[in-house]
């Protein structure tokens, strides 16, 4: 691997989990920083080797300077007609081979860099198809540090790391669909065994489907920037999907005709005003009438609605407006009319970020020949209550199929009728009953007691951080990590089953937002014998970079959802608060290190310093102190809350007056 590769501050930032003020500080600070060796003034590089030992000796180094060394060998063989998303999608390739013939290479790499040049080409193509016209010139350096890294990784990982790195260097180019409103799509469109993306971006949809969906079959996917589609056809390769991924247009250059999907699960573009009016005006996509030139969303609506079979399902992500534009009123009605359209849920505010409207979910159902049309359509809004959208949505769904229709304060059944005026306005919230009192006399007062004694249970809890005071930071602790604690037997790291969680079923699941709003078990499955069952002690930590949580269980029960991993530890070897707050601490850095939803959490590689079992508990005594602050400040927000509502219902019905 070379020796010569740079960094910039930000790189640096990365490897020793700081922000970048702390990396121009140092610069200030410290006369033995190493010195730029390249850039500019304004934003200099430096020798990865020189940053390394520096940070190694100052205590500093977080991450993996093998990952660092990859990504930089990545980059310096980008160059002349060669692009870096050309050299992304060669190492992709080349892990590809490494994951069907690891053998094979194991006895090439042991050879000479000119034989590996030769025999490189000729061993790796048989694995992977075609592969870009544009290769790197001396491609030996690369494969060589991709394999020192799939030795710390695995192959599938390895490629996520150099794929997120490489969306953070082009985040305007992707938009990434968070995590928990895909989820929420596909639990109201599955389970099924053909999932189809016509939009599919970076896989999130699919990825996703492959690891909820028991017995899917084939992953569809088609993606118009090239290089994304490549990107994610590898990814899933590596993580052992069915997927047929293709890059085109969907609307224009349809990848899949004649093809039909159990479910269409996608993110389509917005407000596209070039998606083919012109070209496509007598598609027969075109069921339920031509979409209008600035209505690009009731395209992609009805592609999808074209490529599901009978009786299955298209879920989309929708912008507000669609709702009630006038423009489309024409193909709503017929949507309503034939019994396509099943439901509209809104979802709140932020659960999308950088977006300035509140986005909807969309349901639809591919009438079968000679069903009867439904003469009602379920409305769902759960911009209320933002941290438990999921479970409003989803419940609301499992009742409405389930024939009980009963309306709550999220949700309402419309009669179709009802909906075909002049407007065919499709917004939940016109339909939803308007609160007008308390649920119940003296409801404000009783709410209002309660976050009194909680806030008075805050100030306790908060005044005991006082036990925390300043002192000289150490750095000469010595460090392990979670896998060598692993290793040692010290604790067991736990992953869920590759398609945990989902359906119906008895058995509670503990899901990724359950953890990070601290709530209980909202999900349920069947019960399996492959579960990873959470008992009391053992510490729930996040996967997802964008969520850093690790959570001490207090109670035996439910079973881990995806997106999870369990810490068990031995608790006469270590202490489970101690380690809990370490790997939340790694977990931040993961946040801070990175720019995109998809980024992982790497539990093993968390780092945590060697102390005494008393050393330990006087810690994990500390961490425990402002866990209990969170959590009490979560109950407080949520009191608060509910008084809040209370009050101004109370206000405008007249059940509450000022007092005199």
């Known amino acids: 691997m070379p020796n010569d590769a740079t960094v910039t501050a930000a790189d640096i930032a990365r490897l020793a989990a700081v922000g970048r003020a702390a990396v121009s500080n140092w610069r200030r600070r410290h006369d033995d920083f190493p010195q730029p060796v390249g850039g500019t003034a304004v934003s200099p590089t430096f020798s990865l080797a020189e940053v390394e030992d520096w940070l190694r000796g100052q205590g500093k180094l977080a991450d993996s300077p093998v990952r660092e060394r990859v990504w930089q060998t990545l980059r310096a063989a980008a160059h002349g007609d060669v692009e870096l998303a050309d050299v992304l999608t060669f190492a992709g390739a080349f892990l590809l081979y490494l994951r069907a013939d690891p053998g094979h290479w194991r006895e090439l790499s042991s050879a000479p860099d000119e034989k590996i040049a030769g025999s490189l080409a000729g061993a790796v193509r048989p694995h992977t198809g075609p592969m870009p016209d544009a290769q790197p010139a001396d491609p030996v350096p690369l494969v060589r540090a991709l394999s020192q890294l799939v030795g710390e990784l695995g192959v599938a990982e390895t490629f996520e790391f150099l794929r997120t790195r490489y969306l953070e260097h082009h985040s305007r180019r992707v938009y990434l669909t968070p995590e928990p409103v895909v989820r929420l799509m596909l639990d ?44 994610t056809a590898i990814q899933l390769a590596l993580r052992g999907a069915p997927a047929e991924i293709h890059p085109g247009d969907s609307l224009l250059a349809d990848a899949f005709p004649g093809r039909e999907a159990d479910l269409v699960a996608t993110n389509p573009p917005f407000n596209d005003r070039g998606w083919g009016y012109e070209e496509l005006t007598g598609d027969p996509r075109w069921e339920y009438g031509l979409p209008p030139r600035m209505e690009s969303e009731l395209a992609w609506l009805q592609h999808g609605l074209a490529h599901v079979r009978h009786g299955g399902t298209v879920v989309l992500l929708m912008p507000p407006a669609v709702a009630n534009r006038r423009s489309g009123r024409r193909v709503r009605a017929e949507l309503l009319r034939r019994g396509a359209l099943r439901a509209v849920i809104g979802l709140p505010s932020g659960a999308v970020p950088n977006m300035a409207v509140a986005l909807a979910v969309w349901v639809l159902r591919r009438p079968a020949p000679g069903d009867t049309p439904p003469d009602d359509v379920l409305m769902v809004d759960t911009s209320a209550d933002p941290r438990n959208f999921h479970k409003a949505a989803v419940n609301a769904w499992r009742r409405y199929l389930k024939g009980k229709p009963e309306g709550t304060d999220a949700s309402v059944v419309v009669r179709i009728i009802d909906l075909l005026d002049d407007e065919v306005d499709l917004t939940p919230a016109r339909y939803l ?28 809890t908060a ?82 970079a964008r969520y850093p949580v690790a959570r001490v269980m207090a109670e035996d029960g439910p079973v881990l959802g995806p997106g999870l991993a369990l810490v068990r530890v031995e608790p006469s070897r270590a202490d489970p608060d101690f380690v809990a707050g370490w790997l939340l601490l790694g977990a931040q850095g993961a946040r801070l290190r990175s720019s995109t939803s998809s980024a992982r959490f790497d539990v093993r590689r968390a780092r945590l310093p060697r102390l005494t079992p008393d050393e330990q508990a006087e810690l994990g005594r500390a961490f425990r102190r402002l866990t209990d602050l969170e959590a009490a400040l979560r109950e407080t927000h949520a009191l608060g809350a509910d008084v809040l509502r209370l009050g101004l219902e109370g206000l405008g019905a007249g059940a509450l007056r000022p007092a005199d």
């Open 433 to 460: 009953p308007q609160r007008s009192a308390p649920a119940a006399e003296g409801s404000f007062t009783a709410a209002q007691e309660l976050l009194l004694t909680k806030t008075g249970q805050l100030r306790d």
């Open 188 to 231: 109201l469109g599955g389970p099924a065994r053909t999932v189809l993306d016509p939009a599919c971006g970076t896989g999130a949809y699919l990825g996703m489907a492959n690891e909820a969906f028991k017995g899917v079959e084939r992953l569809l996917g088609q993606e118009i920037d090239d290089t994304t589609a490549r990107m």
């Open 463 to 544: 005044a005991g951080l006082s036990a925390l005071t300043q002192a000289q930071a150490r750095d000469d602790v010595p460090m392990t990590t979670i896998g060598e604690l692993a290793k040692a037997g010290v604790l067991q790291i736990l992953r869920p089953p590759a398609r945990a969680g989902g359906g119906e079923g008895t058995v509670p699941v503990l899901t990724l937002e359950d953890v990070a709003q601290g709530g209980e078990p909202t999900g349920t499955t069947a019960p399996d014998d492959d579960q990873v069952r959470v008992t009391a002690g053992d510490i729930v930590v996040s996967l997802a």
